[in-house]
Nanobody, 122 residues
Framework: QVQLVESGGGSVQAGGSLRLSCTTS????????MAWFRQAPGKEREGVASLNSDGEITYAESVKGRFTISRDNAENTLDLQMNILKPEDTAMYYCATRLTRFCEMAYPFPYWGQGTQVTVSL
């Protein structure tokens, strides 16, 4: 059974940083595609960043240069380092995985965590 648990959310002022982590059940090597999504109140969920087992990374245009996705195979975690945070980054952030190398965020992901809230204030 695939389980994903996010942590690291919180409240921060604009310009600050947060690091999100997604802890996976089992060997992270089997999670060929992993991604971070976010959903703000009243808005659709959007893909933030993805990383597949071949090391291919994709970022949403809105976070390029500010966010970095990475995976720690020893700790079985997927991380999202978020710098220069803006109020528009406020959202619930979700970790998701797909057990194939196909990592396009526009297509459905079968496994999701419960989310962690990120709030950025002026």
């Amino acid at each position: 059974q695939v389980q994903l648990v996010e942590s690291g959310g919180g409240s921060v002022q604009a310009g600050g940083s947060l690091r999100l982590s997604c802890t996976t059940s089992g060997d992270i090597h089997s999670f060929y595609c992993m991604a971070w999504f976010r959903q703000a109140p009243g808005k659709e969920r959007e893909g933030v960043a993805s990383l597949n087992s071949d090391g291919e990374i994709t970022y949403a245009e809105s976070v390029k240069g500010r966010f970095t996705i990475s995976r720690d195979n020893a700790e079985n975690t997927l991380d999202l380092q978020m710098n220069i945070l803006k109020p528009e980054d406020t959202a619930m952030y979700y970790c998701a995985t797909r057990l194939t190398r196909f990592c396009e965020m526009a297509y459905p992901f079968p496994y999701w965590g419960q989310g962690t809230q990120v709030t950025v204030s002026l």
